[in-house]
C-alpha cells in the first residue's frame, strides 16, 4: 500500500479524467491520499473531492504561500473558520515561496507563523512549501520551535544538511518526482539519511517523475517514485512502500 502524503486532486487538471485518475491510483497500490489547499476559491472543490472518496481523500487546510496577497487577513480568517466547523489532517500547505513573488515576503512570514501557531494549537501536523526561501522558513521555524512543532517539509528539493536541519525542527521529507530528475541532486545523499523521516508524494498535477517529465503528474506515478526511492536505498519496493506508510500514519494520527 502507498500513501500519496500530497496531491492536488481537485486542480482543474483532473476535470476531465477525475474519476480514471483515482482508478489508475488504486490499481498502483495508491489507497490514501492527502490533500494540500491553497485559499478559500478552492474550498468547495475540496469538499466534493472528499465526498466523492471519503474512505481515500484526507484533507489539510490552509493558505498558500503564493495566494498570500493584500487579502491575506481574509484568507486566514476563511482558514480558521473552517477549522471551526470540521476537523482536518494538518494545516498546510503553508510556507514562503520567494519564486514567483518576493515583495510579499514580510506577509508571508506573518501568515506562515500564524498558521503555524494554529496547527499548534489544534495539535496537528503543518505541511511546508518552500521555494527559494529555506532560510526564511527556517528562521521562522526557530522562532516557533518546541515540541509541539511537527510536519512535512513538502517536496523537499534542498542539500544534505537542510534535510538534517529540517528533521531536527520534527519534520518529514517529502520525496515526489524531484528524486526521479538526473538533476534533482537529492537522490545523492538520500540514503544518509533514514527511511524513517521520508514520506513519499507527488503533488500532482505538477512535477511529474520521469519518464512523464514536464506532463501531467497523477497519483499512480507515485509507484515511480517508490521504485526510485527503492533503487537509492537498496531495499525492496515493498519496504519503503510500508516504512513510509508508516511514516505517514504517525505524522497524520491516522
Given at each position: 500500500?502507498?500513501?500519496?502524503?500530497?496531491?492536488h486532486?481537485?486542480?482543474?487538471?483532473?476535470?476531465?479524467?477525475?474519476?480514471?485518475?483515482?482508478?489508475?491510483?488504486?490499481?498502483?497500490?495508491?489507497?490514501?491520499?492527502?490533500?494540500?489547499?491553497?485559499?478559500?476559491?478552492?474550498?468547495?472543490?475540496m469538499?466534493?473531492?472528499?465526498q466523492?472518496?471519503?474512505?481515500?481523500?484526507?484533507?489539510?487546510?490552509?493558505?498558500?504561500?503564493?495566494?498570500?496577497?493584500?487579502?491575506?487577513?481574509?484568507?486566514?480568517?476563511?482558514?480558521?473558520?473552517?477549522?471551526?466547523d470540521?476537523?482536518f489532517?494538518?494545516?498546510?500547505?503553508?510556507g514562503?515561496?520567494?519564486?514567483?513573488d518576493?515583495?510579499?515576503l514580510e506577509i508571508?512570514?506573518?501568515a506562515?507563523?500564524?498558521?503555524i501557531?494554529?496547527?499548534?494549537?489544534?495539535?496537528?501536523?503543518?505541511v511546508i512549501?518552500?521555494?527559494e526561501a529555506?532560510?526564511?522558513i527556517?528562521?521562522?521555524?526557530?522562532g516557533?520551535?518546541?515540541?509541539?512543532?511537527f510536519?512535512?517539509?513538502?517536496?523537499?528539493?534542498g542539500?544534505f544538511?537542510?534535510a538534517?536541519?529540517a528533521?531536527?525542527?520534527?519534520?518529514?521529507?517529502?520525496?515526489g518526482?524531484?528524486?526521479?530528475?538526473?538533476?534533482?541532486?537529492?537522490?545523492?545523499?538520500?540514503?544518509?539519511?533514514?527511511?524513517k523521516?521520508?514520506v513519499l508524494?507527488?503533488?500532482?498535477?505538477?512535477l511529474?517523475?520521469?519518464p512523464?517529465?514536464?506532463?501531467?503528474?497523477e497519483?499512480?506515478y507515485?509507484?515511480?517514485?517508490?521504485?526510485?526511492?527503492?533503487?537509492?536505498?537498496?531495499?525492496s519496493?515493498?519496504e519503503?512502500?510500508?516504512?513510509?506508510?508508516?511514516?505517514?500514519?504517525?505524522i497524520?494520527?491516522?
Amino acid at each position: 500500500m502507498l500513501t500519496d502524503t500530497h496531491t492536488h486532486l481537485y486542480s482543474e487538471a483532473f476535470s476531465e479524467d477525475r474519476k480514471e485518475m483515482m482508478e489508475r491510483a488504486f490499481e498502483a497500490g495508491v489507497k490514501r491520499f492527502f490533500i494540500p489547499a491553497i485559499d478559500s476559491e478552492y474550498t468547495n472543490a475540496m469538499y466534493a473531492l472528499e465526498q466523492e472518496f471519503p474512505e481515500q481523500v484526507f484533507l489539510m487546510m490552509g493558505l498558500h504561500p503564493t495566494s498570500v496577497k493584500e487579502n491575506y487577513e481574509e484568507e486566514l480568517a476563511h482558514v480558521e473558520k473552517q477549522f471551526e466547523d470540521r476537523n482536518f489532517f494538518a494545516v498546510g500547505e503553508i510556507g514562503i515561496d520567494l519564486y514567483w513573488d518576493t515583495s510579499t515576503l514580510e506577509i508571508q512570514k506573518i501568515a506562515f507563523k500564524r498558521q503555524i501557531q494554529l496547527a499548534k494549537k489544534m495539535n496537528l501536523p503543518i505541511v511546508i512549501h518552500c521555494r527559494e526561501a529555506f532560510d526564511e522558513i527556517f528562521e521562522v521555524l526557530e522562532g516557533e520551535k518546541d515540541e509541539s512543532l511537527f510536519g512535512i517539509f513538502h517536496c523537499f528539493t534542498g542539500t544534505f544538511e537542510e534535510a538534517q536541519r529540517a528533521i531536527n525542527f520534527g519534520m518529514k521529507l517529502g520525496i515526489g518526482g524531484v528524486v526521479t530528475f538526473k538533476n534533482g541532486k537529492i537522490d545523492q545523499f538520500l540514503n544518509q539519511i533514514d527511511l524513517k523521516h521520508i514520506v513519499l508524494e507527488t503533488d500532482a498535477p505538477y512535477l511529474a517523475p520521469a519518464p512523464y517529465r514536464g506532463k501531467r503528474n497523477e497519483s499512480s506515478y507515485l509507484a515511480l517514485v517508490c521504485k526510485k526511492v527503492a533503487e537509492i536505498y537498496g531495499i525492496s519496493e515493498e519496504e519503503v512502500a510500508r516504512v513510509t506508510t508508516e511514516n505517514s500514519k504517525e505524522i497524520f494520527d491516522i
